[in-house]
């Protein structure tokens, strides 16, 4: 069964970092692609970062909103993706989800439950 | 970045109905387009993609068509599970944005 757990999220004050995972299971992680998305309260999803898979070379996209501050990677011989998130502000306060897509214009099949991270002093 | 406009944006329907939901896109976007299903507490989950490929294991009263600039996704005949918010998602460019959602109520 494909599975995808997300962790790390939680409280942080304004400025400071957080590191969240993405553990998957179930099928060969490193075929595949990993999205980060994140739903604020309320509202619609939004892409975050994506990392493709080492068969397209392993390189990454970023939204305009977390360019410069978050930083996506991942660990295959773990099964595992990272979002670094550094300069956090109020705003990027949201449910963030992992998903993994096959290739840049395939869709997101399999996401994980999320993560929360709030941001306030 | 490529908008993409839900309409309607709240739509209130009985089970047993038919109802359309339509994603317009800002530029055209070919047939990269998906669909997807959120209930509350929940991720979201694939029914559509390319436009009309239904996601595996997805029932068939969801369909999808469109291409370019105008898209659909159409229940045939709602059962009560399928009351939920509804996005669309395009592929075509990053970033890679999503409809505002398509909120389907019970009447």
């Known amino acids: 069964e494909v599975q995808l757990v997300e962790s790390g999220g939680g409280l942080v004050e304004p400025g400071r970092s957080l590191r969240l995972s993405c553990t998957a299971s179930g099928f060969t992680f490193g075929d595949y692609g990993v999205n980060w998305f994140r739903q604020a309260p309320g509202m619609g999803p939004e892409w975050v970062a994506f990392i493709r898979s080492k068969v397209y070379g392993g390189t990454i996209e970023y939204a305009a909103s977390v360019k410069d501050r978050f930083i996506i990677s991942r660990d295959d011989s773990k099964s595992i993706a990272y979002l670094q998130m550094n300069s956090l502000r109020t705003e990027d306060t949201a449910m963030y989800f992992c998903?993994?897509?096959?290739?840049?214009?395939?869709?997101?099949?399999?996401w994980g439950q999320g993560t929360l991270v709030t941001v306030s002093s | 970045d490529i908008q993409l406009t839900q309409s309607p944006s709240f739509l209130s329907a009985s089970v047993g109905d038919r109802v359309t939901i339509t994603c317009r896109a800002s530029?055209?976007?070919?047939?990269?387009l998906a669909w997807y299903q959120q209930k509350p507490g929940k991720a979201p989950k694939l029914l559509i993609y390319a436009a009309s490929a239904l996601q595996s294991g997805v029932s068939s009263r969801f369909s999808g068509s469109g291409s370019g600039t105008e898209f659909t996704l159409t229940i045939s005949s709602l059962q009560p599970e399928d009351f939920a918010t509804y996005y669309c998602q395009q592929l075509n460019t990053y970033p890679y944005t999503f409809g505002q959602g398509t909120k389907l109520e019970i009447k």
């Open positions: 530029q055209g976007i070919s047939s990269y």
């Open positions: 998903a993994r897509r096959s290739y840049d214009t395939s869709p997101s099949d399999y």
